[in-house]
């Protein structure tokens, strides 16, 4: 079942040590088939390095396991909340990387300093707020995607135009079109922190780049008459 798609994902969470977003078990990738509602996940604990497509895991959106001889993802709960809010994101990876966890245990969201950021993401990197001890002692990882929902909701964030977030205390979620976009997001968001990370060690009285700046690298790039890149014949 979706024999392809575990492959892909396979890829995606090996894609993680590639590039040196995880250590040992720290992080997942899964992505969704919208035409079957259901869910390639990475196995909960197993390594990375002894990891196999027969070993994802296949799951519906309520979390019953359909295929696999392992548990999935602890982080199951928070992806099936994400794609049943977001229907636009069809893969999302969840990771510990050192600068971007930094922020969120500080609770910041990452501010907007330069292009590198504007070219993926139209808006601060936001940091939604720590769970309460009644939802940490509650369905935990559900709860923990309700909380980042609840972010983009009261805020008015698209997840295609802000496709990653922070939650305090805690550590990564990025967004795609699929699990290898996610990956890439993830990746972005780390090279974005840790910039954003020395750009306050170098000037701690910095501020926000212009907007002005951000509208023309995010648009060069992703609205409707973006000119970044080869056009596709």
């Not at 396991?65 to 969840?94: L, M, Q, W």
């Not at 590198?116 to 709860?143: Q, S, V």
């Amino acid at each position: 079942m979706l024999e392809e798609l575990k492959k892909k994902v396979l890829k995606d969470n090996l894609d993680l040590v590639k590039n040196k977003l995880v250590l040992f078990t720290w992080g997942n990738v899964s992505q969704i088939d919208r035409e079957s509602g259901l869910i390639v996940i990475k196995p909960s604990g197993v390594e990375y390095d002894e990891m196999t497509a027969d070993d994802m895991v296949v799951v519906d959106l309520e979390g019953k396991v359909v295929e696999g001889h392992y548990r999935p993802s602890s982080d199951t709960p928070t992806h099936i909340e994400f794609y049943k809010a977001f229907p636009e994101v069809g893969g999302v990876t969840h990771t510990h990387s050192t600068f971007a966890t930094a922020w969120a245990q500080a609770g910041r969201s990452i501010p907007f300093y330069g292009t590198t950021h504007a070219d993926y993401f139209y808006g601060d990197i936001p940091c939604a707020r720590a769970l309460t001890e009644e939802e940490i002692l509650g369905e935990y990882e559900k709860n923990t995607g309700l909380a980042i929902i609840e972010k983009f909701r009261t805020n008015n964030i698209d997840p295609t135009a802000v496709p990653g977030v922070l939650i305090k205390s805690h550590g990564v979620f990025a967004f795609g079109k699929d699990g290898a976009n996610s990956v890439y997001n993830a990746t972005v968001i780390e090279e974005v922190a840790k910039m954003a990370t020395i750009t306050e060690a170098v000037n701690p009285s910095v501020v926000r780049a212009d907007q002005f700046m951000m509208d023309k690298h995010y648009n060069r790039k992703h609205g409707k008459n973006a000119y970044y890149g080869q056009s596709k014949h």
